[in-house]
């Protein structure tokens, strides 16, 4: 049996491009080396008592879990450390960290946006999490960015991707060239490629949704959600309800098995719950990569024009068929 790391993937993929620098073989190699720190701590968490709240809240107003300071930190140093960004962004963070301004000649030209641990308050119920992931080049080419950097929607992303702390740790991502998914052997210390050319089934039969929001809910969105029940042998309904939320674990079983997820607009999150630059444009990528579809009901996630940082958005995204159901019960209501 031959096994090939994420490096030697990485490389034997920049042989296509014999102009690149390795800059972006260098990036990735960093988000894997933090992928992997995360990983030991994960898995050390009840161990070495790092379980619990820090105390802190951060911008969204939601309490800190240490271990999301822990990744936070992780993923931070060493995407600094290899100097091919030059501007870095975490939901951890209320403002992004421009690199131009602290040393312009040392920035490179990525930019890169993330989630350094998703679903953190499942931490404390040992389920899985993870890291969300996404990464542009800058546009302009003066000293400092402009507002033409910050303005690129998901399409413009150069690379996405994810890392799932579960019951192996696996790190998946796409350049745009399809998807694959490397799983962490820990007695070598190295992702290995496990999952090639990922493609998410085209119908599921899961769908996956914060019911308890029922009541809030639009009504296409309701009847979406009664459809899934009904009795129905032709298309295999009931469909399944399964809901981790924690939207790493939710999604990567989807990739795997097929099915929806969503997260609507809801009375105490009239856009969503879900931040769209580092949770829902790298998980849209993965998704169209791979043949599902990612949309906020009414349009690709992918192609809004971003204002904010921070800014939500309404979430469904999966398998194609499941997702063109979705559409046509909003399109109807
Ligand atoms: P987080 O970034 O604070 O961890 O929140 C995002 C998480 C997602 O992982 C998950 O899909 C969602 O919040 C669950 O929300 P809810 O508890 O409202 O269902
Ligand atoms: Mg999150």
């Known amino acids: 049996m031959s096994i090939q790391t994420l490096e030697q993937f990485i490389s034997e993929q920049q042989t296509q491009f014999p102009q690149a620098k390795g800059e972006f073989t260098r990036l990735l190699q960093a988000i894997s080396l933090a992928a992997k720190?995360?990983?030991?701590e994960v898995n050390k968490a009840g161990l070495a008592d790092i379980l619990g709240k820090?105390?802190?809240?951060?911008?969204?107003?939601?309490?800190?879990?240490?271990l999301d300071v822990f990744a936070d930190h992780y993923f931070m140093d060493a995407l600094?450390?290899?100097?091919?960004?030059?501007?870095?962004?975490?939901?951890?963070?209320e403002d992004g960290i421009d690199l131009t301004k602290r040393n312009k000649y040392a920035?490179?030209?990525?930019?890169?946006?993330?989630?350094?641990l998703d679903g953190s308050s499942n931490i404390d119920a040992n389920v899985s999490v993870g890291t969300i992931f996404s990464i542009y080049k800058r546009i302009s080419t003066g000293e400092e960015?402009?507002?033409?950097?910050?303005?690129?929607?998901?399409?413009?992303q150069v690379a996405a991707g994810y890392v799932i702390y579960g019951s192996s740790t696996m790190l998946?991502?796409?350049?745009?060239?399809?998807?694959?998914?490397?799983t962490l052997d820990p007695s070598i210390g190295e992702f290995c490629l496990s999952h090639p050319r990922l493609k998410i089934p085209e119908h599921g039969k899961t769908y996956s949704v914060n019911e308890s929001n029922y009541n809030q809910f639009s009504i296409a969105v309701k009847q979406y959600l009664q459809y899934c029940k009904e009795i129905d042998k032709d298309s295999n309904r009931p469909y399944s309800s399964r809901y981790i939320g924690s939207l790493v674990a939710d999604f990567h079983r989807n990739m795997i098995q097929g099915g929806i997820f969503l997260y609507p607009d809801t009375f105490q999150y009239p856009n969503g719950k879900l931040r769209l630059m580092y949770e829902c444009n790298p998980l849209a990528f993965i998704a169209e990569q791979a043949g599902g579809i990612a949309t906020t009901g009414e349009n690709p996630i992918l192609d809004i024009?971003?204002?904010?940082?921070?800014?939500?958005t309404p979430l469904i995204i999966g398998s194609k068929n499941m997702v063109e159901m979705v559409e046509k019960f909003i399109v109807e209501f």
């Open 305 to 312: 024009i971003p204002t904010k940082l921070h800014q939500r």
């Open 54 to 66: 820090l105390g802190n809240t951060n911008v969204q107003g939601e309490e800190q879990q240490k």
């Open 37 to 40: 720190i995360v990983h030991r």
């Open 80 to 93: 600094e450390r290899v100097s091919e960004c030059c501007y870095l962004a975490s939901e951890e963070h």
């Open 107 to 116: 920035a490179g030209k990525y930019m890169v946006y993330f989630d350094p």
């Open 145 to 156: 960015l402009q507002s033409v950097d910050f303005s690129q929607t998901g399409r413009e």
């Open 172 to 182: 998946v991502y796409s350049t745009g060239k399809g998807v694959n998914g490397f």
